[in-house]
């Protein structure tokens, strides 16, 4: 279906939800960071992951740091988390930058892909979502979108909202 480009009426962050969704992406919100912390390991350890590719050094420690094994580098990894620079609401999609560790890494994601936000990071927009990057503009900018990376070689999109 074509790509809405609407203003959105209402809460940016249910419109987001629901185009998410409806594009086949698992939708995780969290109240707050321990609820996040709990809901990521209780999935992990569910579905057994082992080897789990964190795309930023930051990303990495910060996840070692509550109780999440992951790796930098790890060619094979099944399951692969990531930032992300901002979610848009009027697409479900989402918007990386070479900021959040991937550089050349876009192309070749992990079957089972995990993207981190907060609910500060949504816009109803691409036009307001770049906005705060015309200063510091990174070296590569893409957006992702569950449908897209779900034919290619995605199998299961997972986004985790934190409450902000």
Do not use: H
């Amino acid at each position: 279906s074509p790509v809405s480009y609407c203003d959105i009426k209402g809460d940016a962050l249910m419109v987001f939800a629901e185009k998410f969704v409806n594009a086949k992406g698992r939708f995780v919100y969290c109240e707050n960071e321990e609820d996040f912390i709990s809901k990521l390991q209780s999935l992990i350890q569910y579905r057994k992951w082992e080897n789990i590719l964190a795309f930023s050094e930051n990303l990495n420690s910060y996840l070692k740091n509550v109780g999440i094994e992951t790796t930098l580098e790890n060619e094979n990894a099944i399951v692969g988390i990531s930032l992300c620079q901002s979610l848009i609401a009027n697409t479900g999609s989402i918007l990386i930058t070479s900021s959040q560790g991937f550089g050349g890494r876009i192309n070749k994601l992990p079957s089972i892909f995990i993207v981190i936000a907060t609910s500060s990071q949504i816009f109803p927009n691409y036009k307001e979502a770049l906005q705060p990057l015309l200063e510091n503009i990174p070296q590569n900018i893409s957006t992702i979108m569950p449908s897209e990376e779900l034919k290619q070689s995605v199998i299961e999109f997972y986004l985790y909202v934190i409450e902000q």
